[in-house]
């Protein structure tokens, strides 16, 4: 199943709202992961780049609804 894993392109969208629930850090960012079309999405009319966003934290890669 791997050939048709789907990717993820993430953007920072800057600083997060506060520090990490988990570990305290606050390293915390508000990222935006969109999928890429590839494969066959390239022939499907139906695909969207369905974006979401969370806040990810790079101490311990904690991932949490952004507030
Ligand atoms: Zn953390």
């Given at each position: 199943m791997g050939w048709v894993e789907t990717r993820r392109r993430r953007t920072s969208l800057g600083?997060?709202?506060?520090?990490?629930?988990?570990?305290?850090?606050?390293?915390?960012s508000l990222t935006e992961s969109r999928r890429v079309r590839q494969g066959l999405d390239r022939l499907n009319p139906a695909f969207k780049a369905e974006a979401r966003r969370y806040e990810l934290c790079a101490g311990c890669g904690s991932k949490r609804e952004p507030a």
């Open positions: 600083p997060g709202s506060r520090p990490c629930d988990v570990c305290g850090s606050e390293d915390v």
